[in-house]
């Protein structure tokens, strides 16, 4: 099986080899340490994940209590409490989202009364 591999890989790079030479394409073809071709590949590097203020978990279990007992067409406010109110209502959105689906609830930062409101919306 690898010598058909190995066959095809040879042909295969002799054919982009000929249209590289005559200016038709670039290609880069990486077969474990081996690379042949003159495209150069940049690799992004990965966006670190921001470091949580809380302990993971923390802001889940806070809110769980209010969305676990929420029905469909019902509001509920869950008060910021020493949470940044964005950041809660991300992780609200985030756990509406696997529970119960997108575009299945609204949510808003009440600034005033300090809450995070969610609406279930009627399924």
Partial sequence: MEQIFKKQLETAIKALSGLQRRGLVSFKVIVGDEEHGDLEVVRKAKRPRA????????????VLPYLNALEPDDIVSIPVANFDAE?????????????????????????????????????
Avoid at 51 to 62: Q, T
Avoid at 92 to 97: N, Q, R, S
């Fill in 51 to 62: 470091k949580s203020i809380h302990p993971m978990g923390v802001v889940r279990d806070y």
């Fill in 87 to 123: 950041s809660l209502r991300g992780n609200v959105c985030a756990w509406a989202t696997i529970n119960w689906g997108k575009g299945s609830y609204s949510t808003t930062v009440n600034r005033e009364a300090q809450t995070v409101e969610i609406y279930r919306h009627e399924a």
